[in-house]
């Protein structure tokens, strides 16, 4: 695959990376437990575990709904010498997520996401693909990403099914932490993998930090959201999103967004009779 579709879709995808297994300890309720702070590697001491866990929950999941964000960003990954990259992403709330990549003047890749599948064109190599989630999920060998899913991340929402049976939620000065005491087991097509996940909110309930940790190797995904910013009807989003992919891939891709609309937008997207259309290996 070519390198505009492969950080298109890195971009896009965010968890581009292996992930596999890893055991986790079950803490009794009242054990006093450590989560490491991304950017100074020390220990935060955890607090105290929460007693009003309805309003944390309604407060992580339920947030004002949309119709359509625009969103302009800068993109900057470690594998890619010709970045930051401009961008432009631009998502219909359950519709679509439509995304175009530029360098310099030249309109190098673009995408378009729905519920049924995603599509994307290199116009500098003249190739496309055009491919199901499951065809999606085998490449990247993870086994959750769907469109509502991606949505979220793309905003900074949680993606994941938190509950008093598998998770624990305690509140210091930073905010609140979450950290998983039974594995989270994900099946899709008779494929079952386990993840131990650890979560990080402010005070008002902004995503921070996310950790997907593999439950049988050093594999994990990091995903750090900061400079949340308030529109109108208490809509919360990041200009900035950086994914920190660690073990047997390593790698980084920061997302500056620097500018958001709410205006419908057109999204074209079509592909070039002389394309090649190519097989993501």
């Avoid at 450590?34 to 950017?39: I, K």
């Avoid at 969103?71 to 359950?94: F, G, H, M, Q, W």
């Avoid at 491919?131 to 949505?151: G, R």
């Avoid at 995903?223 to 009807?233: G, K, L, T």
Wanted: glycine share 2%; net charge positive.
């Amino acid at each position: 695959m070519k390198k505009w579709i492969t950080l298109l879709l890195a971009t896009l995808v965010i968890l581009s990376c292996k992930t596999r297994k890893n055991a986790v300890q079950n803490p009794s309720e009242n054990d006093s437990i450590q989560v490491v702070n991304s950017d100074n590697k020390k220990p935060i001491d955890a607090g105290k575990n929460i007693s009003d866990r309805l309003t944390f929950y309604e407060s992580i999941y339920i947030h004002p709904k949309f119709e359509q964000i625009k969103i302009n960003s800068k993109i900057t990954a470690d594998n890619i010498r010709v970045s930051p990259l401009d961008a432009t992403i631009y998502i219909e709330s359950d519709k679509k997520i439509w995304s175009n990549i530029n360098f310099l003047f030249f309109n190098a890749a673009r995408a378009i996401i729905t519920p049924d599948g995603i599509k994307a064109v290199d116009k500098y190599n003249k190739n496309y693909i055009d491919s199901d989630f499951e065809y999606l999920n085998n490449l990247l060998n993870i086994n959750f990403i769907d469109y509502k899913t991606l949505e979220k991340i793309l905003l900074g929402r949680t993606f994941l099914v938190v509950s008093d049976r598998n998770s624990k939620i305690t509140k210091n000065m930073q905010g609140y932490q979450l950290e998983s005491i039974v594995n989270q087991k994900i099946v899709t097509n008779d494929q079952e993998r386990e993840y131990k996940i650890t979560m990080h909110y402010s005070n008002d309930y902004d995503l921070i930090y996310v950790k997907l940790q593999d439950v049988k190797s050093d594999d994990a995904v990091e995903i750090v959201y900061d400079q949340w910013e308030s529109f109108e009807n208490n809509l919360r989003l990041p200009q900035s999103v950086k994914i920190i992919i660690k073990g047997s891939k390593t790698s980084q891709i920061l997302l500056e967004n620097t500018k958001f609309g709410f205006t419908r937008m057109e999204t074209p997207y079509s592909v070039p009779t002389n394309y090649k259309k190519i097989e993501i290996q």
